[in-house]
């Protein structure tokens, strides 16, 4: 199985702050993954798909890149609604399976 | 729109089995396959399998085989994930989803079915 590994695992910011996740897969994935936003109570939100596009409907804040087995995910502009779990999740071959999740939380 | 609305909570003693359905609309149900993820109490996210709504072809995580079936119902364009010989550690908030054509990435999610294993 593709082991996906995200750092850091908890980080601190304040609104306004330039945020990035690193999500490091244990082979080649090609572009084949996506980024989740969590909050408590709530299913995932589909953020990026294919290492960089953007899904319909979510702000321009967030971007996505990497290829291979290098992946970042980076919110220009942290807003308030933007304290929550983000998950990689990689779908080249299965399983597909999930990064552990960042937290970020308000400094 | 597309819509995924699953079956309420349940609790389930050790050693029992447990099916959640998962009732799709806004959308072809047999043009995009379902996938079952589920979340543990303040732990991560968990790949649990994929079926296709198409032909009823299935793949499931290793750890699970066995223990867990994936069927659907076209008829009524909905899903089944069922889990036997449950565990504590199967206590968790089951997802089911649905991919964008083409892709494993997930845009649509279902509300959540807490299952809850304790004797």
């Known amino acids: 199985d593709i082991q996906m590994t995200q750092s850091p695992s908890t980080l601190s910011a304040s609104v306004g702050d330039r945020v990035t996740i690193t999500c490091r897969a244990s082979q080649s994935i090609s572009s084949w993954l996506a980024w989740y936003q969590q909050t408590p109570g709530k299913a995932p939100k589909l953020l990026i798909y294919?290492?960089?596009s953007l899904e319909s409907g979510v702000p321009s804040r967030f971007s996505g890149s990497g290829s291979g087995t290098q992946f970042t995910l980076t919110i220009s502009s942290l807003q308030p609604d933007d304290f929550a779990t983000y998950y990689c999740?990689?779908?080249?071959?299965?399983?597909?399976?999930f990064g552990q999740g960042t937290k970020v939380e308000i400094k | 729109q597309v819509q995924l609305v699953q079956s309420g909570a349940e609790v389930k003693k050790p050693g029992a089995s447990v099916k959640v359905s998962c009732k799709a609309s806004?959308?072809?149900?047999?043009?995009?396959?379902i996938s079952w993820v589920r979340q543990t109490p303040g732990q991560g996210l968990e790949w649990m399998g994929w079926i296709s709504a198409y032909n009823g072809n299935t793949n499931y995580a290793q750890k699970l085989q066995g223990r867990v079936t994936m069927t659907t119902d076209t008829s009524t364009s909905t899903a089944y994930m069922e889990l036997k010989s449950l565990r504590s550690d199967d206590t968790a908030l089951y997802y089911c989803a649905r991919g964008r054509s083409g892709s494993g990435s997930y845009p649509f999610w279902g509300q959540g079915t807490l299952v809850t294993v304790s004797s």
């Open positions: 999740q990689h779908y080249n071959s299965y399983p597909w399976t």
């Open positions: 294919k290492a960089s």
């Open positions: 806004g959308y072809t149900f047999t043009s995009y396959g």
